[in-house]
């Protein structure tokens, strides 16, 4: 079946690097996503990685996938306040996403 | 700019009343979906929509129906709403290739967050 799983909440301090972990079920999807929801907003796509790539960079964040294990990380360095936020990890399948439950960031000062 | 709106933003109805909500997209995009979005639970697909006359039942479609006319539009209807129906909805569109960097990244509308009493 398909089932993305993810930690609820994580809170970290501002300039700290921020590890959202996520874990999916279907080897078949093409690509995953990261998603971020401001509050009372919509989600916004942040970065997403290939199934054939092992790690995407992309300034602050970075994008690890391990096949293997069906595991995907979200790293954030030096997390601003501006980062809290929620976000979801979504897997494809046949031109549709199935999303985690979402992982809410607090960025103390 | 390309854009999906939603409305309304935000609405409250009683029990066993007949709600629509509205979702418009200008990205001319063949793929429309609908969500929910409730505590604990993340984005459950309710329908969705690979083109014109085409409907498709997601994960939690009791209760929810869809009809797609034109590309741009895709409403929601709540038949006769139940309170387990509070919720957050959204709305969002892609144009899936699997030539284009990031394949089917879906583009997500402000959301309608509807309350039933």
């Known amino acids: 079946g398909e089932d993305v799983e993810q930690s609820l909440f994580l809170s970290v301090r501002e300039g700290d690097s921020s590890v959202i972990n996520c874990t999916y079920t279907?080897?078949?999807?093409?690509?995953l996503y990261w998603y971020k929801q401001e509050p009372g907003a919509g989600l916004q796509l942040l970065t997403y990685?290939?199934?054939?790539?092992d790690m995407k960079q992309d300034q602050r964040l970075t994008v690890l996938l391990n096949k293997k294990d069906k595991h995907l990380s979200l790293r954030i360095a030096d997390t601003q306040t501006g980062d809290s936020a929620i976000y979801f990890c979504?897997?494809?399948?046949?031109?549709?996403?199935?999303f985690g439950q979402g992982t809410e960031l607090s960025v103390k000062p | 700019d390309a854009e999906i709106t939603q409305s309304p933003r935000h609405k409250i109805t009683e029990t066993g009343r007949q709600v629509t909500l509205a979702c418009h997209q200008t990205?001319?995009?063949?793929?429309m979906f609908w969500y929910r979005q409730d505590l604990g639970h993340g984005l459950r697909l309710i329908h969705y929509?690979?083109?014109?006359?085409?409907?498709n039942k997601g994960e939690v479609s009791d209760g929810y129906s869809v009809s797609r006319s034109n590309t741009e539009d895709l409403p929601l209807t709540l038949e006769s709403a139940a309170s387990s129906q509070t919720s957050v909805y959204f709305c969002?569109?892609?144009?899936?290739?699997?030539?284009?960097?990031?394949?089917?990244?879906?583009?997500f509308g402000p959301g309608t967050r509807l309350t039933v009493l």
């Open positions: 969002a569109s892609s144009e899936f290739s699997a030539s284009t960097p990031g394949g089917d990244e879906q583009f």
């Open positions: 279907d080897s078949s999807s093409t690509y």
């Open positions: 990685i290939f199934s054939n790539m």
């Open positions: 979504a897997e494809s399948i046949v031109g549709k996403l199935i």
């Open positions: 990205w001319n995009h063949n793929n």
């Open positions: 929509s690979y083109g014109v006359q085409d409907t």
